[in-house]
């Protein structure tokens, strides 16, 4: 079995002229990440791998949450590839962690997100929103071979307000 939990970085800003990849989090994303990760610790694994793109506003919202979930913030791989917005390149990055790890959380970006647990969870959603936490459970052995799961669950900010 196959535990894969996504979660779309939290609310940016877009008040200073910088390039996409180095937008922060405003103030509301600051804030509903703290509020997602801190109600999300019964349904985290013992153990697991944390990958995160390594765009600021993914990797600020990977460090509200490791903290919060109290993992060590060496432990988040930061991988430039997870900077994407097709679930087609989010699939093929995701299908390449080693079959050691079976529980594995990503921090990236929609459309991706989206669009990735709408082709392998069972429940349909709209729009994962910004701090949107999605937790997929496959029946497979190998992470090249995940097709469909089931969705375990879903928290967004709205959720826990």
Not at 7 to 18: C, F, G, N, Q, T
Not at 48 to 69: D, G, H, L, P
Not at 102 to 116: Q, S
Request: net charge neutral.
């Amino acid at each position: 079995m196959k535990q894969l939990i996504l979660v779309r970085h939290a609310k940016s800003s877009w008040e200073a002229p910088l390039r996409d990849f180095d937008r922060p989090l405003n103030s509301k994303g600051i804030n509903d990440a703290h509020l997602v990760s801190s109600s999300i610790i019964s349904y985290l694994p013992k153990y697991f791998i944390v990958w995160s793109s390594s765009a600021k506003r993914a990797s600020e919202t990977a460090m509200i949450f490791a903290q919060n979930i109290s993992i060590s913030y060496d432990s988040i791989i930061f991988k430039d590839e997870l900077y994407t917005f097709d679930e087609k390149k989010l699939e093929q990055i995701i299908k390449t962690c080693s079959n050691d790890y079976n529980h594995l959380i990503v921090f990236g970006h929609n459309e991706a997100i989206t669009n990735f647990v709408n082709k392998f969870g069972d429940i349909f959603i709209d729009n994962v929103s910004t701090s949107g936490f999605v937790d997929i459970i496959f029946e497979n052995e190998n992470w090249m071979d995940i097709k469909k799961g089931k969705t375990n669950k879903i928290i967004f900010p709205r959720d826990l307000k």
